[in-house]
């Protein structure tokens, strides 16, 4: 079985978010996170919405149903 690129490229960044899991403070990981999903730019078929999970803000984001 083959792997997409997308994948490959979930699967190489695991690595650097268990360090941040175990090494960053929990604040300045969030931090850097929202920095960098501030920076993701997605494709007009895309959709972002900003949710609330018992009190925790998330994100949803999931293909545009045509």
Do not use: N
């Amino acid at each position: 079985m083959t792997i997409s690129s997308i994948e490959r490229k979930a699967r190489a960044s695991l690595s650097f978010a268990r360090f941040m899991q175990e090494y960053i403070p929990l604040p300045v990981a969030h931090l850097l996170l929202k920095q960098g999903m501030a920076r993701v730019r997605l494709g007009a078929d895309v959709i972002r919405e900003a949710v609330s999970a018992d009190g925790v803000p998330c994100e949803w984001v999931f293909p545009k149903i045509a």
